[in-house]
């Protein structure tokens, strides 16, 4: 790979740690793990993405911001490809992301709850608190403001916040 593709790629990777979530602000899509690779094909900058699920209604405002600040800096030819499979899962999530959806007021997946929050919540394992930490809480609505959130309320500082659902 020439020094000139890989520059490119790393400055458009720098740029996509810029383009946040519509959905959830304090995080980019790169925190998010949506996007896959990017790509330069002579002079197309390409950038691989998958989505939280199919579906995702903001899918369209993503590729909108990634094509934004790609050409705000540069970049004439862009194509974005959306690729399903394999499906995105919340361990694509950086560490630094999980920690900024707790300092949001969210409690993030972790690894120990990588099944459905259903199932969890049926076994008896608590999602912890982002404001207290504690785990004693309970699920109050499996749907929140989006569809990759459920409502959670703890017992303890009496709270409600949203669980970023695992995938």
């Not at 602000?25 to 002579?42: A, E, Y």
């Not at 974005?80 to 920690?99: F, N, Q, R, V, Y």
């Not at 109050?140 to 009496?158: E, L, P, R, V």
Request: proline content about 5%; charged content about 20%; glycine content about 4%.
């Amino acid at each position: 790979m020439n020094n000139a593709i890989t520059i490119s790629k790393k400055k458009i990777w720098k740029l996509l740690e810029q383009v946040n979530d519509p959905e959830v602000p304090v995080l980019s899509i790169i925190d998010l793990g949506i996007v896959r690779d990017v790509k330069i094909n002579n002079d197309e900058a390409e950038v691989i993405i998958t989505p939280t699920y199919s579906g995702c209604p903001a899918m369209d405002m993503i590729k909108m911001n990634i094509r934004m600040a790609l050409l705000q800096h540069g970049f004439q030819k862009i194509k974005i490809t959306s690729i399903l499979s394999p499906a995105w899962t919340t361990d694509w999530m950086s560490g630094h992301g999980k920690e900024k959806l707790k300092s949001f007021g969210i409690a993030p997946p972790t690894s120990k709850q990588q099944v459905c929050h259903t199932e969890l919540f049926h076994e008896g394992e608590a999602i912890q608190c982002p404001r207290c930490n504690s785990y004693n809480t309970r699920l109050t609505s499996q749907f929140g403001s989006i569809a990759c959130k459920a409502m959670y309320q703890c017992n303890d500082c009496k709270e409600p916040f949203d669980y970023f659902k695992c995938h």
